[in-house]
């Protein structure tokens, strides 16, 4: 480690520009989800006489034409020889990241996420878009935590993101749960790994990477979400995860922020913005 230590660091950016500030082989988990650009085949809400309208509303920034060919060079420079990458993506550009990742990596492979309450289909007319993939790749000698034969199936089922854990406000149509994310990111990782969400929505991976004691570098371009996500990693951090004894929460006021806690390294004081300065403005290696 370099001489700071820390458990998250946060921002708010476009992470083309916080991707070329990473140092080369830094990374040990490249875990992302980023836009599916499934807007275009929408056929929009659909009204139901009496009762609220079925919500296929896709968000903004999903609308924005996303270019997977933009990030690969990038996340192949960042990885460690040893770590892993894995990409939620959908029908449409599975194909993109595997033309641009397959010849580079030693084993590509995908995982299906089955939701088993999605959106029915009220015209009978297609399959229900129940399952997301997640593309996956790494070379030999990747760090990697075998579970049992009959866990390590590549398919994982569960609910989409209820109440409690949907956050109502503000509300992120792709918000993914966090079971799902703690059981990829125990086979995947280790304790004091750095991971790392260039898309991290509203922190759902950070929150399962800092409850299972790993360190999350998160970027999301959109401030709602940013500051969401803030809010639920400290709040995980303040509950129950202390990596370093020298990180604790303390309460500081924020102007720019709802909660008063934030979460400092005591011993210097960094916060985010500092952590994100030492961390990647030098050429620290990290280890
Ligand atoms: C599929 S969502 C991620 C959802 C996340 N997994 C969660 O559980 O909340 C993709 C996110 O990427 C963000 N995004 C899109 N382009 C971006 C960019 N160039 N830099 C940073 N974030 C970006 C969007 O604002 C959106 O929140």
């Known amino acids: 480690m370099n001489n700071i230590d820390w458990q998250k660091c946060v921002l708010c950016d476009d992470s083309r520009n916080v991707i070329k500030r990473i140092p080369d082989n830094s990374i040990d988990f490249i875990f992302t989800d980023p836009p599916y650009n499934i807007g275009k085949y929408s056929t929009g809400n659909i009204a139901l006489p009496g009762r609220s309208p079925i919500n296929n509303d896709v968000a903004d920034w999903d609308k924005i034409d996303f270019y997977p060919e933009e990030w690969i060079d990038d996340f192949v420079r960042i990885l460690k020889p040893n770590g892993n990458l894995f990409i939620f993506t959908s029908y449409n550009q599975i194909g993109r990241w595997y033309n641009g990742l397959d010849a580079r990596f030693d ?130 951090i303040s509950k129950n995860v202390i990596i370093n004894e020298n990180i604790r929460v303390i309460e500081e006021p924020n102007p720019n922020y709802n909660i008063n806690r934030i979460c400092v390294d005591e011993s210097s004081g960094v916060s985010d913005i500092e952590i994100f300065n030492k961390v990647f403005a030098s050429k620290i290696k990290f280890e």
């Open 107 to 236: 084993t590509t492979n995908f995982m299906i996420w089955h939701k088993t309450n999605p959106v029915p289909k009220i015209f009978k007319a297609g399959f229900l878009n129940s399952c997301e993939m997640i593309f996956t790749c790494w070379n030999k000698c990747h760090t990697w935590n075998f579970i049992s034969q009959a866990e390590m199936h590549n398919f994982f089922e569960s609910p989409i993101c209820m109440r409690p854990e949907r956050l109502p406000n503000p509300k992120h149509p792709a918000q993914k749960p966090i079971a799902l994310l703690k059981k990829i990111i125990t086979i995947a990782s280790n304790p004091g790994d750095i991971i790392f969400d260039p898309f991290m929505g509203v922190g759902s991976i950070g929150v399962a990477a800092v409850t299972l004691k790993r360190r999350f570098i998160g970027v999301d371009i959109n401030h709602r979400y940013y500051y969401a996500a803030k809010q639920r990693i400290e709040t995980e």
